[in-house]
């Protein structure tokens, strides 16, 4: 007798609280609880509804699930390659930071920058790395992970990392290139479920 095929379910995909708990599409499973751990990639159009932000790349995991939904846990985001392309034009510097930090409710990041400037020597580039790298760690060490990742958003916050480095040296431009979460995925859904406790 042949085995009967084992009917996958579709499982909404619903978005962070922190990013407005919404449905963003849907992922087929063999079972519901199979789909933990997955990766999911979105445009932040679909995410944020901005389409002035159609460079970004929101990267989740499902962190939990019941019988219709797979909620996504924040797993990083990431700028296109193309939108960093255009920023590193002809007779210029680019200079990277990658540093780990610790959000306020603990949780470890691993952010990416880049600063465009005209060519600039060695010296400076140091001074601007160790700005933004202190930019950072005031910001994470007094901000939840949540509050971060959205005043990262605000052209407001870029800004005014902008008009800082501008007293070391004039800045073309400067971007979160990526971040990335390093807390394990377990750990996250713990905070969250102490954070909702808390309430």
Known sequence: MP???????????????????????????NE????????????AIDVLGDFNKYYLKFIFKVGEVDNQ?????????????????????????????????????GIKLRIKTVTVTRRVPKGIRTKMRKKIDEILSKETS????????????????KNSIISVLNKIYPVRNFEFRKIEVKTPLDELVRIEKEKKAAK
Request: with cysteine; glycine share 4%.
């Open 32 to 43: 519901p609880e199979a789909a933990k751990g997955r990766r999911v990639i979105l445009s």
């Open 69 to 105: 939904n797979a909620y996504l846990y924040f797993d990083g985001l990431e700028c296109t390659r193309d939108y960093i392309a255009r920023m590193i034009r002809r007779r210029v510097d680019r200079t990277d930071l990658v540093v780990d930090k610790v959000t306020k409710d």
């Open 142 to 157: 007094q901000l939840t992970m949540e509050e971060f990742i959205l005043k990262v958003f605000s052209d407001d916050f």
């Open 3 to 29: 085995k009967s095929k084992k009917v996958k379910v579709w499982l909404k995909l619903i978005t962070p609280e922190f990013l407005g708990r919404k449905e963003v599409g849907e992922i087929p499973a």
